[in-house]
T-cell receptor
């Protein structure tokens, strides 16, 4: 089954404790992206990647890192999480990143930073 | 800059009522436009899309027409069902920005029997 998977689905952590949220897709997509969803703000793009070893900042990259060492994986790293990073995070992928393509979303990771 | 503005929710309708969710956009180039739907506890799914002016996207009884003159992409459905209860997001994508996506804030729809 074609899908985007994220782990963990739920995470509670404390300020300053490094964490990684994994994202994997099995569709051989070149384009992958991370979003955060906050009430009243909709989805905002954090980082995106057009291909292996190619990443770019979205609208809200501060406090986040990403890497794209393999085509299927695009982990999101919070080196020193803070409470304002409490949010619902979505990973997404599409075939080649062209504007007309459909993005496929993962099920989301709900993060609480205390 | 680039942005999407959609009508505030929540919206509550009776089954078989007519639905309109307004969406307008600002873009520095020529965008592709999308409507995504998020059912409770799930990720977003593409509902429909349009890639050029006057195109009409349609799916599952929903429609939206790309209006360049009014920079709008309003979502409509003639007769909603309880199963349409979800959050709806309007979005745009611009290839000349490296395929960044911009989403609206979402409109929550509840359909009551």
């Amino acid at each position: 089954e074609a899908q985007v998977t994220q782990n963990p689905r739920y995470l509670i952590t404390v300020t300053g404790k490094k964490l990684t949220v994994t994202c994997s897709q099995n569709m051989n997509h070149e384009y992958m992206s991370w979003y955060r969803q906050d009430p009243g703000l909709g989805l905002r793009q954090i980082y995106y990647s057009m291909n292996v070893e190619v990443t770019d900042k979205g609208d809200v990259p501060e406090g986040y890192k990403v890497s794209r060492k393999e085509k299927r994986n695009f982990p999101l790293i919070l080196e020193s999480p803070s409470p304002n990073q409490t949010s619902l995070y979505f990973c997404a992928s599409s075939l080649s990143g062209q504007g007309v393509e459909t993005q496929y979303f993962g099920p989301g990771t709900r993060l609480l930073v205390l | 800059g680039n942005s999407v503005t959609q009508m505030e929710g929540p919206v509550t309708l009776s089954e078989e009522a007519f639905l309109t969710i307004n969406c307008t956009y600002t873009a520095t180039g020529y965008p592709s436009l999308f409507w995504y739907v998020q059912y409770p506890g799930e990720g977003l799914q593409l509902l429909l899309k349009a890639t050029k002016a006057d195109d009409k996207g349609s799916n599952k009884g929903f429609e939206a027409t790309y209006r360049k003159e009014t920079t709008s992409f309003h979502l409509e459905k003639g007769s909603v069902q309880v199963s349409d209860s979800a959050v709806y997001f309007c979005a745009l994508s611009l290839a000349n920005t490296g395929n960044q996506f911009y989403f609206g804030t979402g409109t929550s729809l509840t359909v009551i029997p």
